[in-house]
């Protein structure tokens, strides 16, 4: 590599790059000192050397360890200002090489700190003749697009026209990776009206049926439950264009990944006080009720915070809430909420106890003569109620995975404790028996005033906006991308 025959460069990188395909080689090229050389040859005036120079630049691109000897190479301005190649195979090459790069969050910075033009030149590259290097590009966005910097840059650098046109491609590598970039793009706050705006929610929405790829169907949800976490105009958009009804019609037959996503899409969905009656009104609650009783932990708790969002209305509370829609799934699909609501109270897990006391404070504060009468008379909910009202719950909290898998975080349900270290389990439970034992009606209280989060605890009363949108983008939120 370092003759200054051509002829030879190009024979000698073609065999680094061969010898490089093989893991146990790699180690061993890159304490040669051979990343050095690479590097320079990478801007060979000779093509056929920079083809070979770059396919081995990125074939040492496949562990941490020489990702980094490659970055103390020297090598990411080269690779960068490659990418404005006239060669095809050199821009897929240092493309996905820097996306491979762009794994590691100390890179994506020092990325961010030295080169500027980097988002537009990938952003150009989506648009390429070359399937391949559309793809790449846009897998390479989707790995910065992990950090706050690379979201915003990403629609600054007007990326959003490309990636839905890859979106609505028939090429599912397109597809794929489009719809993981924006996933990681819907993140950050400020994205979600210019994703909106753009024209992204029917396509997302269509992407919700793609049964050839779950992972795609993961992205598009996911999606959509970002752009909904924290406007009111945005939610309404989102069952405007037809969201909820699409999920109400996948969602007992897609995979249980999906399904998390799904459910914990209505959930947020439902903490609107302006949507609930039109999610009811769409028969929301009776695909919701059976997915109480999945095998999925992560299913359930979604799901149950979803109902207990519908069945929770503003604090000045008006004679014409209509609670019918519970009243009608009382008994059915699948037992119905009452034989939810016995299977949440008789659970070992604390969270499942407390959004189902919380859950049937909500639909007693409604007043509505029938669903108050069928919770009075229910000899299934009133003994347990009375139970978690006579004693603290010892049961731990469980554990619950965070939906979608991409960005995983650790969380877990947390038992909310009021001031004077009383368990409001205990508090709500006490409530509903004062009630059931007297001949007024439930009076709300601050307590109750809250609404549950998909995987996570019931909201405090003390939870602010900003809090709860933490909450739903950080611990509900999928990926290393959201």
């Given at each position: 590599?370092l003759?200054?025959?051509?002829?030879v460069?190009c024979?000698?990188?073609?065999?680094v790059?061969?010898?490089a395909?093989?893991?146990?080689?790699k180690t061993k090229?890159a304490?040669?000192?051979?990343?050095?050389?690479?590097?320079?040859?990478?801007?060979?005036?000779?093509m056929?050397v920079?083809?070979?120079?770059?396919?081995a630049?990125l074939?040492?691109?496949?562990s941490?360890?020489?990702?980094?000897q490659?970055v103390?190479?020297g090598a990411?301005?080269?690779?960068v200002?490659?990418l404005?190649?006239?060669?095809?195979?050199?821009q897929?090459?240092?493309?996905t090489?820097?996306?491979?790069?762009?794994v590691d969050?100390?890179n994506?910075?020092?990325?961010?700190?030295?080169?500027?033009k980097?988002?537009t030149?990938?952003?150009?590259?989506?648009?390429s003749?070359?399937?391949?290097?559309?793809?790449?590009?846009?897998?390479?966005?989707?790995n910065?697009a992990?950090d706050?910097?690379?979201?915003?840059?990403?629609?600054?650098?007007?990326g959003?026209?490309?990636?839905?046109?890859?979106?609505?491609s028939?090429y599912?590598?397109?597809?794929l990776?489009?719809?993981?970039?924006?996933?990681?793009?819907?993140?950050h706050?400020?994205?979600?009206?210019p994703?909106?705006e753009?024209?992204?929610?029917?396509?997302?929405i269509?992407?919700?049926?793609?049964?050839?790829?779950?992972?795609?169907?993961c992205?598009a949800i996911?999606?959509?439950r970002n752009?909904a976490a924290?406007?009111e105009?945005n939610?309404?958009?989102?069952?405007?264009?037809?969201?909820?009804?699409?999920?109400?019609?996948l969602?007992l037959n897609?995979?249980m990944?999906?399904?998390?996503?799904m459910?914990?899409?209505?959930?947020?969905?439902a903490?609107s006080d302006d949507?609930?009656?039109?999610?009811?009104?769409m028969?929301?609650?009776e695909?919701?009720?059976?997915?109480t009783n999945?095998?999925?932990?992560?299913?359930?708790g979604?799901?149950?915070a979803?109902?207990?969002?519908l069945s929770?209305?503003?604090?000045?509370r008006?004679a014409?809430?209509?609670?019918?829609?519970?009243?009608d799934?009382?008994?059915?699909p699948?037992?119905?909420?009452?034989?939810?609501l016995?299977r949440?109270?008789?659970s070992s897990?604390?969270t499942f106890?407390?959004?189902?006391?919380?859950?049937?404070?909500?639909?007693?504060?409604?007043?509505?003569?029938?669903?108050?009468?069928?919770?009075?008379?229910?000899t299934?909910?009133?003994?347990?109620?009375?139970t978690?009202?006579?004693?603290?719950s010892?049961?731990?909290?469980?554990s619950a995975?965070?939906?979608?898998s991409?960005?995983?975080?650790e969380?877990?349900?947390?038992?909310?404790?009021?001031g004077?270290?009383?368990?409001e389990?205990?508090?709500l439970?006490?409530?509903?028996v004062?009630?059931?034992?007297g001949?007024?009606?439930?009076?709300?209280?601050?307590?109750?005033?809250s609404?549950?989060?998909?995987g996570?605890s019931?909201?405090s009363s003390?939870?602010?906006h900003e809090?709860?949108?933490?909450?739903?983008?950080?611990?509900?939120?999928?990926g290393?991308?959201?």
């Amino acid at each position: 590599m370092l003759s200054p025959n051509v002829e030879v460069q190009c024979n000698a990188v073609g065999c680094v790059t061969n010898l490089a395909t093989h893991d146990d080689n790699k180690t061993k090229i890159a304490k040669s000192g051979a990343l050095v050389p690479l590097t320079r040859l990478a801007r060979s005036k000779d093509m056929r050397v920079q083809r070979n120079a770059t396919g081995a630049l990125l074939n040492m691109t496949h562990s941490d360890e020489n990702r980094q000897q490659l970055v103390n190479a020297g090598a990411i301005p080269v690779l960068v200002s490659l990418l404005n190649s006239p060669d095809t195979d050199v821009q897929y090459y240092c493309t996905t090489a820097l996306s491979n790069i762009a794994v590691d969050g100390t890179n994506r910075k020092k990325l961010a700190q030295t080169e500027s033009k980097l988002v537009t030149s990938l952003v150009a590259l989506m648009d390429s003749p070359s399937l391949k290097v559309q793809c790449q590009a846009a897998l390479a966005l989707r790995n910065l697009a992990s950090d706050e910097k690379y979201q915003l840059e990403i629609v600054k650098a007007d990326g959003l026209t490309s990636l839905l046109r890859l979106l609505q491609s028939t090429y599912l590598p397109l597809i794929l990776s489009s719809a993981a970039c924006v996933r990681n793009v819907s993140i950050h706050p400020q994205n979600e009206s210019p994703i909106i705006e753009s024209g992204f929610l029917q396509p997302l929405i269509n992407l919700l049926s793609f049964k050839e790829n779950e992972e795609v169907q993961c992205h598009a949800i996911s999606t959509l439950r970002n752009l909904a976490a924290s406007s009111e105009k945005n939610k309404t958009a989102i069952v405007k264009a037809g969201a909820v009804q699409s999920i109400k019609e996948l969602v007992l037959n897609v995979p249980m990944n999906v399904q998390s996503e799904m459910t914990a899409c209505v959930a947020v969905l439902a903490l609107s006080d302006d949507l609930k009656g039109q999610l009811l009104e769409m028969g929301i609650c009776e695909v919701l009720i059976p997915l109480t009783n999945s095998p999925s932990s992560e299913v359930q708790g979604n799901s149950a915070a979803a109902l207990g969002n519908l069945s929770s209305k503003a604090d000045v509370r008006n004679a014409t809430d209509d609670y019918s829609a519970f009243n009608d799934v009382w008994d059915k699909p699948e037992g119905g909420m009452h034989r939810y609501l016995y299977r949440f109270l008789t659970s070992s897990d604390a969270t499942f106890q407390h959004i189902a006391v919380w859950t049937i404070v909500q639909l007693m504060e409604s007043n509505d003569p029938q669903l108050v009468s069928n919770i009075r008379a229910s000899t299934l909910l009133i003994p347990n109620i009375r139970t978690l009202a006579s004693s603290r719950s010892s049961s731990p909290a469980s554990s619950a995975g965070s939906p979608g898998s991409h960005r995983s975080q650790e969380r877990s349900y947390q038992e909310t404790e009021t001031g004077d270290g009383g368990s409001e389990i205990q508090i709500l439970a006490r409530r509903i028996v004062d009630y059931v034992e007297g001949d007024e009606g439930l009076v709300p209280s601050s307590v109750t005033h809250s609404h549950i989060q998909a995987g996570s605890s019931v909201a405090s009363s003390t939870r602010d906006h900003e809090e709860l949108r933490k909450s739903v983008r950080e611990a509900l939120a999928p990926g290393s991308h959201r």
